[in-house]
Nanobody, 128 residues
Framework: QVQLVESGGGSVEGGGSLRLSCAVS????????LGWFRQSPGGTEREGVA????????NYATSVKGRFTIIHDNAKNTLFLQMNSLKPEDTAMYYC?????????????????????WGQGTQVTVSS
């Protein structure tokens, strides 16, 4: 059974940086995608932030392109999200997720339905 545990969230002033980590264990899929999602305070849906897959595809939400970087360290079984130039609108609970890769399409990397296992989330708060 796949388990994902996020860490690294916190409070930061606008313009600052944070690095989120997601420890992944029990992953036995040969082909898979890994992604970061977020849910804003009071929001009802999770928004795709960044994702990557074993075919080499990477995709970012338009709102974070050029500021966030997703990295998968295979040796450490850890997924990272480096977040720079943070804005108050980045405030949210951040989740990592894993899905089986049946179709290699970059657009699917930001879709919640393409993922099957989720972590508990880590809170990011950005003040103005």
């Amino acid at each position: 059974q796949v388990q994902l545990v996020e860490s690294g969230g916190g409070s930061v002033e606008g313009g600052g940086s944070l690095r989120l980590s997601c420890a992944v264990s029990g992953l036995t899929y040969r082909q898979y995608r890994l992604g970061w999602f977020r849910q804003s305070p009071g929001g009802t849906e999770r928004e795709g932030v960044a994702g990557l897959d074993t075919d080499g595809n990477i995709n970012y939400a338009t709102s974070v392109k050029g500021r966030f970087t997703i990295i998968h360290d295979n040796a450490k079984n850890t997924l990272f999200l480096q977040m720079n130039s943070l804005k108050p609108e980045d405030t949210a609970m951040y989740y990592c997720a894993v899905g089986v890769l049946y179709k290699s399409r970059p657009s699917l990397l930001l879709e919640t339905y393409a993922y099957v296992s989720w972590g508990q989330g880590t809170q990011v708060t950005v003040s103005s």
